[in-house]
C-alpha cells in the first residue's frame, strides 16, 4: 500500500514562494506508469488540479496556474515537490499529493492520497 506524507507551512506571506514536500513510502506496482499529482480544495469549492510529474521527469501543469507552478522530484529520497510562485488570498486552500495515472483533473483516475495541508496566506 503506497502512502503519501505531506511536509511544508501551513503559512504563506503573500507574494513569496509555496513550497511542499510529499514523501512517498510502500512504492506503486513496479508494472503500472503512474504520475505524482498536486491538488487543491478551497474552502468551501472543489478539487482543483494544480499538476503532475511523470516518471520521465516530465511535467504538466493546471493551464491556470502554469506560469507559477513547478513541480520537481528527488528520486533518491522518494520525494517530489511543489513551489507555487507569487501566491495571493485565492491561493489558501488545503493541498494534497496524490498518485494519478493520468496527468488530469479527472479524480477517478487517482488511487492514493496524503492526509492534505491547509495552506493560508497571511495578509
Known amino acids: 500500500q503506497v502512502r503519501l506524507q505531506e511536509s511544508g507551512p501551513g503559512l504563506v506571506n503573500p507574494s513569496q514562494t509555496l513550497s511542499l514536500t510529499c514523501t512517498v513510502s510502500?512504492?506503486?506496482?513496479?508494472?503500472?506508469?503512474?504520475?505524482w499529482s498536486w491538488v487543491r480544495q478551497p474552502l468551501g469549492k472543489g478539487l482543483e488540479w494544480v499538476g503532475s510529474?511523470?516518471?520521465?521527469?516530465?511535467?504538466y501543469y493546471s493551464p491556470s496556474l502554469k506560469s507559477r507552478t513547478t513541480i520537481s522530484r528527488d528520486t533518491s529520497t522518494n520525494r517530489f515537490t511543489l513551489q507555487l510562485r507569487s501566491v495571493r488570498p485565492e491561493d489558501a486552500a488545503t493541498y494534497y499529493c496524490?498518485?494519478?495515472?493520468?496527468?488530469?483533473?479527472?479524480?477517478?483516475?487517482?488511487?492514493?492520497w496524503s492526509q492534505g495541508t491547509r495552506v493560508t496566506v497571511s495578509s
Open positions: 510502500g512504492g506503486p506496482d513496479a508494472v503500472t506508469h503512474y504520475y
Open positions: 496524490a498518485r494519478s495515472w493520468e496527468a488530469s483533473g479527472d479524480f477517478r483516475k487517482y488511487d492514493a
Open positions: 510529474i511523470a516518471e520521465t521527469g516530465d511535467t
